[in-house]
């Protein structure tokens, strides 16, 4: 009984701890929240025993920042991260920044905002600085007339793994028709499976009939079953699609 009353008494603490942690993340402000997320603290030194056996992500503070900065989607959110962005002091903080401004963009469905993201994203050299933005806008319907996926379809052409694999993510949800005849001659030139159900995951969304031939031939082809799932995703995405454009 004592054992477990131990037990519980840890776990108790290390609950409150996470809680008063994601209460400071949510109510301070935009700079308090970039700067826990360069932070490789962990939430309560109760953790320091456990990592000696057991790492886990959750234990840092960072891991809590970034889910908190997913959530962002207010007008003064954004304005406070383009402040700290202008400031020197936070330039080695760039890629938080832009990972929060990339999710603003996303919750809010702001096009100025993504423009102003993917001019950063075809000048920047920083690879994670590009992928910070790439994966804030991954989810975001990219349909809209007037934005500017130039700066991803070049991305998606590179041979860096993480950025080729981000680039091809982001261009999920969006209207503009070389987007798949690209994703069709990346499927076609790589025999990674993996990288084939990567580009699978984008087609779902953008895929049209044009797509069928060279995925049937490759389900054919394939004894992967992950990629037949995913091969199989798009072909019935495609599918519903034309139905339902059908008069």
Not at 1 to 14: D, E, G, Q, T, V
Not at 130 to 159: F, V, W, Y
Request: hydrophobic residues 40%; proline residues 3%.
């Amino acid at each position: 009984m004592k054992i477990f009353n131990l037990f519980k008494s840890h776990a108790s603490r290390l609950k409150e701890a996470r809680l008063l942690l994601e209460s400071d993340l949510r109510n301070n402000d935009m700079s308090f929240l970039v700067n826990t997320m360069a932070s490789e603290e962990l939430y309560s030194p109760l953790l320091q025993r456990k990592r000696r056996t057991e790492i886990s992500n959750t234990d840092q503070v960072s891991w809590y920042a970034c889910r908190r900065a997913e959530t962002l989607s207010t007008e003064d959110e954004k304005e406070a991260l383009l402040q700290l962005l202008a400031l020197p002091a936070y330039e080695a903080k760039k890629r938080h920044l832009f990972f929060c401004l990339a999710y603003v963009c996303t919750n809010t469905k702001d096009n100025a905002l993504f423009n102003f993201l993917m001019m950063h994203l075809e000048h920047e050299k920083d690879a994670d600085v590009n992928i910070s933005i790439l994966i804030g806008i991954e989810k975001m319907d990219k349909t809209a007339a007037g934005l500017n996926i130039e700066p991803i379809k070049q991305l998606a052409k590179k041979r860096g793994v993480h950025l080729k694999t981000n680039a091809i993510l982001a261009l999920a949800k969006t209207a503009d028709p070389e987007v798949e005849p690209l994703l069709l001659g990346l499927f076609a030139a790589t025999k990674d499976s993996h990288m084939k159900n990567i580009i699978c995951t984008t087609l779902e969304t953008v895929g049209t009939r044009a797509c069928v031939p060279l995925l049937t031939e490759a389900y054919r082809k394939t004894r992967n079953s992950l990629l037949r799932q995913g091969i199989d995703l798009v072909l019935n995405a495609v599918k519903s699609r034309t139905i339902s454009n059908t008069p």
